[in-house]
């Protein structure tokens, strides 16, 4: 750990921390089965009725939803969890906000935490909005009065002042995570944790907690933790992630190459795409197939400001056509639109095979890892498109910083995006 990091304030330390599950069990049909599965826990070893491929996690009737996690986490930082499906992701918040103990390990915490695991976690359904967020005060340990203070911040925050003393069991979800966050961010709370709740509010809603979020950890001093799939708002808020796989911390850096782990984009980095193979498609009447993508001038996609991007596309038709067009969409490393570059529809293909090339500028994307997926199609006299192939991840390529890039050496895309406009004109 660098110097930096030893002179900050600790807000949370786990160390060797693990978390076993047991399983329940069902009978393997038939009693030879039951007794072979027995003898085999007795003496620690695979149960031979398990099938293959089961999650190595899996230790006889036991899981290990965390396998030795070693982790510091602090004061006023924004810690990004990042990781699949079953990564262990929830488990640890549940750990840190002891809705569970861990089964192996020390979990230090220096400050009050503040959770929502879920859509109305700590909520009472019985009990009004305004008398829950009483007994959240109350579990931190404020006084009535140091609730009552803050109780006008949370209800006009929360958006829900019409239905504050209406049983929160009657609350919609959107309206739920509204109270719920609004009490977690406004009650005294040094460290704040946040699941993939948040995902069930509106955009509005979502902004408006991202904002809070970053205010509390940059303005306030308090920790915030926060899980998402959203890698657009993990960069917006966050300044360092963690990865987790199969219950233990694969990658702990700087948020773009902790997605970048996670996305693992660099394998999209091809200098030929077969596409040749039958894909799936919701095309009925599909005259174009795109078969291979090559890039040409290049023996690996890498660009700079001013370069432009050829690649050859050889694809077969079913029939001559005068009207076909070509459009690439790039997309980020996580898959979120950025820009769309489309042909004019006069590609002649005949009936057979083909070949196209085409450019791509790339003067005004931003540097960074992007992914294409290109599109065939065909416009009619009236204007109507019909589409005849798309290749999801069609080929990827990298934009490497210049020192010509508007005179910044590191482009952030959380904070300034993946267009990089021309310099301004002064006058």
Not at 216 to 221: D, L
Not at 307 to 321: C, Q, R
Not at 329 to 356: F, H, M, Q, W, Y
């Amino acid at each position: 750990m660098s110097n930096k990091n030893e002179d900050r304030e600790v807000a949370v330390q786990l160390s060797g921390v693990k978390k076993m599950y047991k399983l329940g069990q069902i009978g393997g049909g038939t009693l030879q089965g039951d007794i072979q599965s027995w003898w085999a826990r007795v003496r620690h070893k695979e149960d031979p009725n398990t099938k293959i491929g089961t999650d190595q996690r899996l230790i006889g009737q036991t899981f290990m939803a965390l396998n030795g996690i070693d982790l510091t986490i602090y004061k006023g930082e924004a810690l990004g969890i990042i990781g699949g499906n079953g990564a262990g992701k929830s488990t640890l918040l549940k750990l840190l906000s002891r809705v569970t103990a861990p089964t192996a390990g020390e979990i230090d915490i220096y400050g009050r935490i503040a959770s929502m695991l879920e859509v109305g976690t700590g909520f009472n359904g019985e009990m009004t909005g305004r008398e829950n967020v009483y007994m959240n005060g109350a579990i931190l340990g404020m006084t009535k009065a140091e609730i009552d203070a803050k109780m006008e911040d949370i209800i006009e925050f929360s958006e829900v002042r019409e239905f504050i003393d209406t049983p929160v069991k009657r609350y919609s979800s959107g309206m739920y995570v509204k109270l719920a966050f609004s009490v977690a961010a406004h009650l005294d709370s040094e460290i704040m944790i946040m699941d993939e709740v948040l995902a069930v509010g509106d955009m509005a809603f979502q902004k408006k907690c991202l904002d809070k979020m970053r205010d509390a950890a940059k303005k306030q001093g308090r920790t915030v933790l926060y899980v998402s799939h959203n890698m657009n708002t993990i960069r917006q808020l966050c300044d360092r992630c963690v990865v987790l796989n199969q219950g233990k911390v694969v990658f702990e850096g700087g948020v773009e190459e902790s997605i970048s782990m996670y996305m693992n984009s660099s394998k999209s980095l091809a200098v030929v795409n077969d596409c040749s193979g039958e894909r799936k498609s919701k095309f009925t009447d599909k005259k174009i197939h795109i078969d291979t993508v090559t890039f040409v001038g290049t023996d690996f996609p890498v660009y700079q400001t001013g370069d432009t991007i050829h690649v050859k596309v050889d694809y077969n038709s079913k029939e001559n056509m005068s009207n076909l067009a070509m459009r690439m969409t790039v997309l980020s490393p996580d898959k979120n639109a950025v820009g769309l570059a489309s042909s004019r529809p006069c590609i002649v293909a005949t009936e057979g095979e083909n070949t196209t090339t085409l450019s791509l500028a790339l003067d005004w994307l931003a540097p960074g890892k992007y992914i294409v997926k290109l599109t065939a199609y065909s416009v009619n006299e009236f204007g109507m498109n019909q589409m005849h192939d798309i290749v999801e991840d069609c080929f990827a390529f990298e934009k490497v910083q210049t020192l010509n890039d508007n005179n910044r050496m590191n482009w952030n895309h959380s904070w300034w995006g993946y267009i990089m406009f021309p310099e301004l004109e002064v006058k």
